[in-house]
């Protein structure tokens, strides 16, 4: 492969129409489809070749991979964004029979109505009555459209979840996130928890009916308008929920990994992804913490004791101990805790990586850097490092200055930080044998 060709933009997501297909299905840290599509594109891959992403978010990238002909393996740890990835592969042909569907999940919620178990989330942001009744429409989507190859009874199979009953619970998603709007948090990436003697979110059942149907109809117009409906022809794509750190068993290598890994940024992901996870509560047999804490750049400290590896590299090595010596509460057990369990968990996937790629093949990863405190902590170089030593040869790095990030959002991070520039850096390596 010619690195040198690699059509390689920005890849910072911009905002689109509101009634874009893909506009429902935002996630923070993810690219925008067309830095997938030019990646692709310039690099002259053969017929059929396997695309991964192992942190693989809103399917980005399983979803581009397959509209231009390659098949794409998808791997995620938070079901919330497997569902997410499933609903984005759902063809146009489907939009017509959105709207009669969700008629019929609306009667099934009618008939079955249930109320809420005294530890259902939902009641953390909803008065009783407003959340019995979303959890009687969940309970109606399970019922219509998942069957006995999916629900177990240790929860869902999220493996199997078809991309219409997906699209039905990312429909549920935007909706209960909508109704839980008093509680956005300046942190736009998720929805704070009531304070103690906070009212609660209230809606009527008829408007929440409404609301959703509204909801569904508008991504029935939006799938039907997209510009694939007619000549959308996708490749096989698998979606998995899955933890990057333990090996991908997969059936064949492949031939090209396209991803951005999690941010070192202190970004709790299954907190971002809150009130979603409330949803799908049911349906999910792992804790929540325990999710959170399985997460890259988990804010919660890892239960098994890790040690700074030496062979992480020189930057990494230097970076933790700055973190530990840091004069700053908490920098010696916590925070150096965390940052262990981030490289840890990058070597792990790291090598699995290198594990799944064919000899020649090539990884590009979108990595952003970030500091703790006025510590710069680069990532993109640690991670390449890293790589190295998995047999993945760094041929070509662009860097893009980065103009928000969400340390800017803390006035605390902005102290420290207030004359550093964040780059998000796009990574090509190669496996070597």
């Known amino acids: 492969m010619n ?37 692709l594109a310039s690099a002259r891959l053969a017929p059929r070749s396997v695309i991964l992403d192992p942190w693989n978010g809103s399917g980005t990238t399983t979803y581009v991979a397959s509209q231009m002909g390659f098949p794409a393996i998808g791997l995620d740890l938070n079901p919330v964004m497997v569902i997410v990835a499933r609903s984005r592969m759902l063809p146009g042909s489907e939009a017509d029979t959105l709207p009669p569907l969700a008629a019929e999940v609306i009667r099934r919620a009618s008939e079955d109505r249930v109320e809420c178990a005294e530890a259902d989330p939902l009641l953390l942001w909803f008065e009783k009555d407003t959340a019995d009744w979303l959890r009687s429409i969940e309970l109606g989507i399970r019922s219509t459209l998942l069957g006995d190859l999916t629900l177990t009874q240790h929860g869902a199979n999220f493996d199997r979840i078809s991309s219409i009953a997906a699209t039905f619970y990312v429909a549920l998603f935007n909706l209960t996130k909508a109704l839980a709007a008093a509680f956005q948090s300046s942190n736009p990436t998720w929805l704070r928890k009531p304070k103690e003697g906070e009212a609660r979110s209230h809606l009527p059942q008829l408007e929440i009916t409404k609301r959703f149907l509204q909801k569904i109809k508008i991504m029935s117009d939006a799938l039907f308008s997209k510009s694939d409906l007619l000549t959308f022809e996708p490749m096989p794509v698998s979606t998995r929920l899955f933890d990057s750190t333990s090996p991908f068993s997969l059936n064949d290598k492949v031939d090209f990994v396209l991803t951005s890994p999690p941010y070192c ?19 999910i047999a792992i804790p929540i913490d325990d999710l959170s804490r399985d997460m890259i750049g988990s804010i919660k400290v890892p239960k098994k004791q890790l040690r700074v590896r030496p062979e992480w590299g020189v930057r990494c090595v230097e970076l933790l101990h700055k973190v530990r010596d840091h004069e700053s509460y908490a920098s010696s057990n916590y925070y150096f805790k965390t940052h262990v369990d981030y490289f840890d968990k990058i070597d792990r996937s790291m090598l699995n990586v290198a594990t799944s790629l064919n000899d020649g093949g090539a990884a590009v990863l979108v990595v952003q850097d970030s500091h703790y405190k006025e510590i710069h902590n680069d990532v993109p170089s640690i991670i390449s490092d890293i790589s190295e030593r998995h047999s993945l040869k760094l041929k070509r790095r662009d860097d893009f200055e980065v103009k928000t990030s969400m340390s800017g959002i803390n006035p605390r991070a902005r102290a420290y930080n207030k004359h550093s520039k964040i780059v998000e850096s796009v990574l090509c390596f190669q496996k070597t044998s």
């Open 3 to 39: 690195f040198s060709e690699l059509a390689i933009t920005n890849p910072k997501r911009k905002k689109q129409a509101q009634s874009a297909w893909s506009e429902f299905f935002p996630y923070y840290a993810g690219y925008p489809a067309s830095f997938a599509r030019n990646i």
């Open 265 to 283: 940024t202190r970004i709790d992901y299954t907190a971002a992804t809150r009130i979603q996870l409330a949803v799908l509560h049911p349906l």
